[in-house]
């Protein structure tokens, strides 16, 4: 089956920095959703990106699907972003192991 | 006015015992999915119901038998709890993947099982 490698796996920021999540997958897909879970466990749907360019206010992502890779960008973390980040692909939402992000104060 | 509502949201019970986690959705969409998150935060699916049709079944053990009334509605029942079934499980919805439509997937806020 299709394989979903995220990276990095943990990640600590100090409010106010920018960084980039990526997720890698090992075949062609139509379908590819980044969630954010927050530390109550609520899973948000934050994009629905099978390809192209899509930005919701300082979050925006990327997926290149001709080279299997789609990129997740926080720009000026807020201690609110905290919590983890799936990548999940094809319609049965094969998931990635996460990013857990941490941002302090 | 919760978009995909599941109950209950904790659930703590001893082995052996059967239960049931509800799930149902107000946004008119037609599948339904049923997900365990393992305790290292690993999310897969279980189960898929299109219009009360099974479409998706994962290798689950046979002591989890989803029932989809109507597509609205998508319960998960489980036989002969065992301690490895303690986990969160997750329903969510979406539209069928058709010409012009997305899955877009929206989340419950999941149920909490721990099996003692």
């Known amino acids: 089956g299709i394989q979903v490698e995220q990276s990095p796996p943990d990640l600590i920021l100090q409010e106010g920095a920018n960084s980039t999540l990526r997720c890698n997958f090992s075949d062609s897909v139509n379908n590819l959703q980044w969630f954010h879970q927050n530390p109550w466990g609520q899973l948000i749907n934050l994009f629905y990106?099978?390809?192209g360019t899509k930005q919701n206010g300082r979050l925006s992502a990327t997926t290149v699907a001709t080279e299997r890779y789609s990129l997740l960008y926080i720009s000026s973390s807020q201690t609110t972003d905290s919590g983890v980040y799936f990548c999940?692909?094809?319609?049965?939402?094969?998931f990635g192991k996460g990013t857990k992000l941490t941002v302090n104060p | 006015d919760t978009a995909v509502s599941q109950t209950p949201k904790y659930l703590v019970t001893q082995m052996g015992n059967d239960k049931s986690i509800k799930c149902e959705q107000n946004?008119?969409?037609?599948?339904m999915y049923w997900y365990k998150q393992d305790s290292k935060k690993f999310l897969k699916i279980m189960f898929s119901y299109n219009n009360k049709e099974l479409i998706i079944n994962e290798t689950v053990p046979n002591r989890f038998s989803p029932k989809s009334p109507d597509k609205a509605h998508l319960n998960l029942h489980i036989n002969s709890l065992e301690l490895g079934d303690s986990a969160v499980y997750f329903c969510?919805?979406?539209?069928?993947?058709?010409?012009?439509?997305?899955?877009?997937?929206?989340f419950g806020a999941g149920t909490r099982l721990s099996v003692l």
């Open positions: 990106i099978p390809s």
């Open positions: 969510a919805s979406s539209q069928r993947v058709t010409s012009g439509r997305t899955n877009i997937q929206y």
């Open positions: 946004l008119g969409h037609d599948t």
């Open positions: 999940a692909v094809s319609q049965k939402l094969v």
